[in-house]
């Protein structure tokens, strides 16, 4: 729970009271706070760098248990992600320590190059962002999330700036919900228990919901899904979620990959790639996530989000390369590796959702290609459209959110890479160079024409190491940033 107070810091009473420190100026008018500051730059271990962090314990003059100070680096370079980072490190040592309230003290108009809205919305996202552990499966809890945060704001801004708190609390709960659906292991998340616990959250939320289940896609023909679930015990499903005000002219379609788990199929992945393929519907994850958080924020559009939802296994059923499939955009496609399961059942999720709905723009988010890890690292997503109107509304709510994208080439030329002499299509290419570039290229196949961006999220989805606000395991990637681009679009289309 978060909360905003006017109260003077100095007089809270909490377990933590957290107030922050640049290098080279005071971001506080309060002469306590300062002089506090001041005092404690003259210790060695504190300087106000980027990372410093001190704790005084009973602090004299303070009616907090403990007073922790955060350094926040040179004034100069100072963004919305340095007080994220600093935040969540603070609210992660509160957690390590079991600490149930913290109070944090918001820097005030001094730092008027960012603007006090920004500071407080990104302070609120690195606090909730933060504050949560998947632990659903321990019994011996290390960290427990701080019960109460309050955020500490000048009297003149309180009223005014609760709707920013609101917002970034609602986006973040979406980002928390997708961490723990990635998290889960896929012995608890098959396509149907995944689904059903989706619909649960959406008919709260008052999002439309429809769940095609097997015996329906083989009636709608959704060949790609079913030769991608064929090896598995547990049944594909699409679940479509809708957010559809009265007034909504336009129509915007989201796709998220969701293989439940990706054993490679009958290309079976070799021991280290098969490590953390539970991760592999964090693009679904992403999706379902965001329309939630779209059911309380109400842009004015029709979002639908269409996640197809796979478990690719080994049996005796299960689809052998070199079979031959028609998907359900009548397309054939010859199984050139069973392990690029991803652009099969997207292309079936992009066909129907472009079909049934029409949306102007459609957006797909997967975890698609280790080749677009190797290009790009942990930390970005792959971009691809040839839209770059499109790119340009993507590339600025990725630097608003930190949920950084990059883009890449969609060029023709590797289009003949997917060729095939038996079928219509391949869903391997020929050479494994530029991979992440023809995955991309299968996926467009699809489209039909509509304004398309495809997301590859396979680097920054899962990382097995925490960071400043997120613990290790999934990042919760690509819900903040989908939630930015459909406000963003909610104002220009
Ligand atoms: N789920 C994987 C991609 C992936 C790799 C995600 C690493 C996260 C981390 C995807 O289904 C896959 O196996 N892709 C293949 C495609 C290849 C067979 C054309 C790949 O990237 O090797
Ligand atoms: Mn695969
Ligand atoms: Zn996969």
């Known amino acids: 729970m978060i909360k905003l107070v006017t109260t003077d810091p100095t007089r809270i009473k909490s377990n933590l009271l957290v107030i922050a420190a640049c290098e080279d100026i005071n971001v506080y ?29 009973q602090p004299a003059g303070y009616m907090t248990e403990r007073l922790m100070i955060v350094g926040l680096g040179e004034s100069q370079k100072l963004s919305p992600e340095t007080f994220r980072t600093a935040i969540g490190r603070a609210v992660g040592r509160a957690m390590q320590h079991k600490l149930s309230t913290a109070a944090i003290t918001v820097p005030g108009p001094v730092v008027s190059g960012l603007g006090f809205e920004p500071v407080l919305e990104s302070m609120v996202e690195g606090a909730c962002l933060a504050n949560h552990t998947f632990a659903r499966y321990k019994r011996d809890k290390k960290t427990a999330a701080v019960k109460q945060i309050a955020f500490v704001v000048p ?6 700036h609760r709707r920013v708190v609101r917002k970034a609390e609602a986006i973040c709960s979406g980002t928390l919900m997708a961490r723990d659906w990635v998290n889960t292991p896929a012995n608890d998340k098959t396509p149907q228990q995944f689904a059903a616990a989706v619909v649960r959250s959406s008919e709260k939320a008052n999002l439309k919901t429809k ?21 598995s015990e547990s049944d594909p499903a699409v679940l479509v979620l809708e957010h559809f005000p009265a007034r909504a002219k336009r129509t915007i379609a989201l796709v998220g990959k969701g293989v439940t788990f990706d054993s490679g199929g009958l290309n079976l992945k070799t021991n280290v790639r098969i490590n953390q393929m539970k991760a592999d519907m964090a693009g679904a994850a992403a999706v379902a996530a965001a329309m939630l958080c779209l059911s309380r924020l109400k842009p004015d559009l029709r979002v639908v989000g269409v996640i197809p939802l796979v478990e690719n296994m080994i049996s005796g059923t299960a689809t052998r390369p070199g079979d031959i499939i028609r998907t359900y955009s009548g397309k054939t496609v010859e199984i050139g590796n069973t392990d690029a399961e991803g652009r099969l059942i997207l292309g079936d ?36 459209t040839p839209d770059d109107e499109l790119a340009e509304t993507i590339l600025q709510s990725a630097v608003k959110t930190h949920e950084r994208c990059w883009r ?31 995955a991309a290229l299968y996926l467009s196949e699809f489209t039909a024409g509509t304004r398309w961006a495809h997301i590859d999220i396979a680097g920054p989805a899962f990382h097995k190491k925490s960071s400043a606000y997120c613990g290790p395991g999934a990042t919760g990637f690509g819900v903040r940033l989908l939630c930015e681009v459909i406000l963003r679009m909610a104002k220009t289309l």
């Open 29 to 57: 008018e309060h002469p306590r706070l300062v002089a506090t500051i001041q005092q404690s730059r003259r210790l060695n271990e504190f300087s106000g760098n980027r990372g410093d962090e001190i704790i005084l314990y």
């Open 155 to 160: 009297e003149k801004t309180a009223a005014k």
């Open 211 to 231: 769940l095609l289940r097997k015996r329906e896609l083989s009636r709608q023909k959704f060949g790609a899904i079913l030769a991608v679930a064929a090896g």
């Open 349 to 384: 999720a992009i066909a129907y959702a472009v079909k049934k709905y029409r949306p102007e723009i459609l957006i797909d988010m997967a975890t698609l290609t280790g080749a677009c890890v190797i290009a790009l690292g942990e930390e970005l997503a792959g971009l691809f």
């Open 408 to 438: 890449m080439p969609l060029i023709e030329d590797y289009r003949d890479l997917l060729k095939s002499d038996v079928a219509d299509i391949n869903n391997m290419p020929r050479h494994r160079f530029g991979a992440a570039i023809t």
